[in-house]
């Protein structure tokens, strides 16, 4: 039986059809497998930088600490007593405000 010229069009159409559906649909598969892979990878730069950010703010710490420490050796023996002398009235008010703070919010 011979094909008419519309079922060979037909025919065509079809196995044409077929064939790029087949790579529209693998495509389709990788595109979203590279969308989970991006989504996973932009995930794991944001946690990176929140904890490059945390390490520098210790190292900014540490670097204050440092240079605190040092400008207190460098003092003369004088100024250091006088310092620790200053640090430890400071320590004993801010301990006498909290003991009053706490009093005062019992009572109230």
Not at 84 to 94: D, Q, S, T
Request: glycine fraction near 2%; charged fraction near 45%.
């Amino acid at each position: 039986m011979k094909q008419t010229k519309k079922q060979i069009e037909a025919d065509l159409r079809n196995k044409i059809c077929k064939q790029y559906t087949g790579t529209i649909d693998n495509l389709q598969e990788r595109l979203d497998r590279v969308a989970k892979e991006l989504h996973e990878e932009r995930k794991k730069r944001i946690e990176a930088q929140t904890k490059m950010e945390e390490l520098e703010e210790k190292v900014r710490q540490y670097e204050d600490w440092n240079r605190r420490l040092q400008e207190f050796m460098d003092m003369s023996d004088e100024d250091r007593k006088a310092a620790v002398a200053e640090m430890k009235f400071h320590e004993e008010l801010g301990g006498m405000l909290d003991m009053y703070k706490r009093f005062t919010s019992m009572i109230f």
